[in-house]
């Protein structure tokens, strides 16, 4: 085990990181990567360099909305989306724990639940609203293609990223088969550890937790090792874990890095609050740069603009084809 001091130095160094990789991979930034299908380094022109003076000019506008308009997690009563959300967080914080995730990987990593092709699972989403997203009123289908090609737009030679768009919230097919919201959408976190102070609802949301009165999951490393990485932790349950596991299972082709943004697109403690820095590895901090760069299209997309679906689907039908064909077990 590492002193406190090495451990402090270390949390120390690992923020200052996450500090310049979301500023560099912030949608005002343009970045420099490599296509990992390929191996070539690419330069995304697609964006601006940022200036010095950017925090003197407007707040940018996104799908029609300021930047600050995403996300808005107040809570109002007489605002009936506001107060679905808040109520699906409190139950979704009320009932994750270590046990209750335990019992949800014992159920559905059996992967004995339906065989499915991608696209038909796509479809299913079209009667699906996420109770948890304050954005958006609209069947999460429409969310799918909208993510899918503002990143075809931005990275049009990584069909990988576009397919990842796509089915990047799959999972919440779970929603389908007997899981109620609060254990399919929404933010994730880990548990088994002390919760993250810029996890939504944090200050009251927890209050019926058993975990909390748990010696051993309510301390900062709770069941965990510093820097044990981000992989080992136990996430609650949720779509993110559950489409990540289902495409391993079933042997996608999709680089790891697309792994990455599906595993993690929704700890937004992790990869927009920057907590649980301390048990993060170096290669966190290189996974953390896709994570953050997904994020920008997951989250500044959301608009009543609805794509033309069945226009896109003969593009994105040749690429399951390529990355996860055929009938699939979930």
Request: hydrophobic residues 35%.
């Amino acid at each position: 085990m590492k002193n406190y001091e090495m451990t402090a130095a270390t949390v120390k160094s690992t923020k200052k990181r996450y500090d310049k990789i979301v500023a560099q991979y912030s949608p005002t930034m343009s970045i420099r990567h490599y296509n990992p299908v390929t191996s070539n380094e690419q330069i995304l022109d697609h964006a601006t360099l940022l200036d010095p003076s950017e925090q003197l000019r407007p707040e940018p506008v996104y799908a029609g909305k300021l930047k600050n308009a995403f996300r808005n997690y107040e809570i109002n009563p007489e605002d009936s989306i506001k107060e679905r959300v808040r109520r699906t967080y409190e139950e979704m914080h009320t009932n994750q724990t270590v046990e209750f995730v335990k019992s949800r990987m014992r159920d559905w990593l059996q992967f004995n639940k339906f065989k499915m092709t991608v696209k038909d699972a796509l479809l299913k989403l079209n009667d699906l609203v996420d109770e948890s997203d304050p954005d958006t009123n609209l069947p999460n289908i429409i969310h799918a293609f909208q993510t899918a090609e503002s990143i075809r737009q931005a990275h049009p030679d990584l069909d990988w990223f576009h397919l990842t768009g796509l089915i990047h919230d799959l999972g919440k097919v779970m929603a389908f088969y007997g899981e109620p919201q609060w254990a399919v959408v929404g933010d994730t976190f880990p548990v088994g550890c002390a919760w993250g102070d810029s996890i939504v609802y944090r200050q009251t949301s927890f209050d019926n937790n058993p975990d909390g009165k748990d010696s051993r999951y309510n301390t900062k490393y709770g069941m965990y090792k510093p820097e044990c990485g981000i992989t080992n932790l136990m996430m609650s349950w949720g779509h993110d874990e559950y489409l990540y596991q289902m495409l391993v299972h079933n042997k996608s082709k999709l680089p790891k890095e697309a792994l990455a943004m599906v595993r993690y697109h929704s700890f937004y403690p992790w990869h927009a609050g920057g907590d649980y820095m301390y048990f993060c590895t170096p290669e966190d901090m290189d996974m953390l740069k896709w994570v953050v760069e997904f994020n920008k299209f997951d989250l500044y997309t959301k608009s009543d603009v609805v794509p033309d679906i069945e226009k896109l689907w003969p593009y994105y039908e040749k690429l399951i084809d390529k990355y996860i064909p055929g009938v699939i077990e979930w």
